[in-house]
């Protein structure tokens, strides 16, 4: 099943519709989220159609603002093998970087990507492990999570302290002849992992695992998992479970890594809940976007910050 996320020319749309918004924001409805009738779909424009590619099966996207003000859009090429780069302004394909391979700055089967400064981590899915790599020149510092992880696919970095990250690490290993077999609940513990990542003075990358955590009950459980993102001043995290044999949605976790038993409207997807980021405001609002992987057109689903009430 193809896995994707938020091309980066709806991501830029969104956020200029979304810094709007924070200026504008209207009070939270009243009506409970479970009574009020499906949102409208709104029809935006892209900023920007980068050239089509097929063969790369370009998955996740994360964009970096150099010194100069210059955005670079960051895309991985699962077939390819490598990382493609786009001017984050016109959708132009500037460079790639990588290449097949297990050996330092190569890749295989690229999925999951995410920045911290100008630090650029990247989920290799078959070399079962996380590498980071330095920006703008994508110079390979180090590697973590080839003792534990088994089919890792998206990340969420949480920002602790200078010097200090945390990184959740989604692992979607599977069973089966064809990988497509939910492992038994009692497994299910692993869904998501966690490292305590730092730098030293020299730049080196040391990382400690710090165990894994996902609910093991047959209606709650992570079936199949990628995407993660947090909202530390809120105690939340939502991962998507994509498994439409069951329920796809998006499910509410502390940062104790303990499910809260809340998810996000069982109607609110008719395909993969798969794609999600926060948006935040000055005021401590904001919304959460998620996607949901209809064809041929891909809905963007906005949620309240604060309650997750469906807003759009």
Known sequence: TPRMRIPPSSATLLALLLLTACASRPAPPATPPAQRPAPKVLLVPERFVSAETPAEELDSVAAWTAPDGHTLAIVTGKSTHRLDVYDGDSGARLREAGEEGSAPGQFFRPNGIAIAGDKLFVVERDNHRVQVLSLPGFEPIGTFGENELRSPYGLWINDTE?????VYVTDSFMYGKHYDVVPPYAELDQRVRRYRVQFDQDGKLMANYGGAFGDTREDTALRMVESI?????????????????????LREYGFSGKFTGRSLPQDSFGAQ????????????????????????????HLFDRRTLAPVG
Do not use: K
């Not at 200078?162 to 945390?166: D, F, K, T, W, Y």
């Not at 809940?273 to 963007?300: H, N």
């Open 162 to 166: 200078p010097g200090e990250l945390e």
């Open 229 to 249: 993102a947090g909202d530390p001043s809120n105690d939340r995290m939502l991962i998507a479970d994509e498994d439409t044999r069951h329920l796809s949605t």
């Open 273 to 300: 809940a798969e794609g999600v980021a926060l948006w935040t405001c000055p005021d401590g609002s904001g919304y959460w976007i998620a996607v949901d992987q209809l064809a041929p057109l891909t809905i963007f």
